[in-house]
Structures are given as structure tokens and as C-alpha cells.
């Protein structure tokens, strides 16, 4: 592999790793003078992430890598993440470990539609917009924001969005403070859900007794 190809592959996991911290995830980078002797990243919890950020990806060949690869670090299921100029990251995974990550992110005594657009992402979301991450909600909305010791709670009344997020924590290793695990709920999705509504003020009340 050339120089050129060596920094090209280095900055995009760095953007990938970024990409994900973005989203809550607790993420690092694996640097670029390990010879694979660490994750490209790692940090995403039951997932191998293989980063591949090339303009003509040999899919089949960087998925047999990242299975060598998962089975060597044991820390997830393979997957392969991979953008060209221009476009946003795309994930590979194999059929089997899709379906088992899909099926644990529905309930079964719940309607599976009903989940599925609770669950619905926002199409412009960081993983998504790819070189346009600068536009991001969070970013260009001051949430409202509450901290309850256990977790954070911020509120983005424009984008019709709740952040749920663990207390954060400090990378020993370079000072900086980062955002711990958030889930994001989707309120435009839990408003046209009506047991997402009923489920949430369920939750009220109970708060309120």
C-alpha cells in the first residue's frame, strides 16, 4: 500500500471514529503506526469494525478480512465500514448478524410496524450525511439539557428530538472529555405510534405519583 493510501485509510478511520462519538458511542482510534496489531476501531460494543475508505472496494475480500479479524480481537460481530469521495458510510455485515442485531432491537409481544417506525432513523443523520456532518442538529441547536447524576437528558424542540445519554467520561490517555452512550428518540416517529404514546405516558404519571 502506498503512502497516499496509508493517509487516505488513517483519516477516514479517524473520521469514522469521530463519525460515532458524534453518535454517542465511546470510540477510539486505533492509530495509524499499529500494523494491525488493534481494531481499526474500536469501542462500539459487539461489533468488529473494519474501515475501509477507498473510491473501488473488493467487498468480499475486506468482509474475509474482517472476519480473520473479529476472530483474532474477539470483539464483535464483522463489519465492514466504507465510503468513497463524496458519499456517505455504508456498513456490510453479514445476513446472519444483521438479523440477530434486528431482531434483538424489537420486542415480541409488540406490533413489529409499530416498532420498526419507533426505531426509524433520521435519514440525515451523521452516519448518513457523510462530508456534510457540520450540519448536524446537535450542533446548531442549543438543547435543553438536564443531568440526573445517572444520566443526561437533552431536548431538541426544533429537531423533535430526546437525547438519553450515560455520564460522561475522560480518555485517560489524551484529557478529553467525551460524551457517554446516547439513544436518541425520534418524537415525530413516537407521535404517529400511538402505543409509543401510551408507553410514554405511562412513564409520566408514574413519575408524577
Not at 89 to 100: A, F, P
Request: hydrophobic content about 35%; aromatic content about 8%; charged content about 30%.
Amino acid at each position: 500500500m502506498g503512502l497516499k493510501s496509508q493517509k487516505k485509510g488513517a483519516a477516514g478511520e479517524r473520521e469514522l471514529a469521530d463519525c460515532l462519538r458524534r453518535a454517542g458511542y465511546p470510540v477510539s482510534w486505533g492509530g495509524n503506526k499499529t500494523f494491525g496489531a488493534v481494531p481499526d476501531v474500536s469501542g462500539l460494543p459487539g461489533i468488529h469494525v473494519e474501515c475501509k475508505r477507498v473510491e473501488a472496494l473488493n467487498v468480499t475480500r475486506a468482509m474475509e478480512q474482517a472476519e480473520r479479524d473479529a476472530d483474532r480481537f474477539r470483539d464483535g460481530a464483522p463489519a465492514v465500514f466504507h465510503r468513497k469521495n463524496k458519499s456517505p458510510w455504508l456498513v456490510t455485515m453479514r445476513l446472519s448478524d444483521w438479523l440477530h442485531l434486528y431482531a434483538s432491537a424489537l420486542t415480541q409481544d409488540h406490533d413489529h410496524d409499530a416498532r420498526t417506525r419507533f426505531f426509524t432513523y433520521d435519514p440525515t443523520s451523521d452516519l448518513e450525511k457523510g462530508a456534510h456532518m457540520e450540519q448536524s442538529y446537535w450542533e446548531t441547536e442549543n438543547p435543553v439539557e438536564v443531568d440526573t447524576g445517572r444520566n443526561v437528558l437533552r431536548y431538541f424542540p426544533e429537531a423533535r428530538k430526546l437525547h438519553i445519554s450515560k455520564n460522561g467520561w475522560t480518555d485517560k490517555r489524551t484529557g478529553e472529555h467525551k460524551m457517554g452512550k446516547t439513544v436518541a428518540l425520534d418524537l415525530d416517529a413516537v407521535a404517529s405510534t400511538p402505543a409509543a404514546i401510551s408507553i410514554l405516558k405511562q412513564v409520566v404519571k408514574s413519575l408524577e405519583k
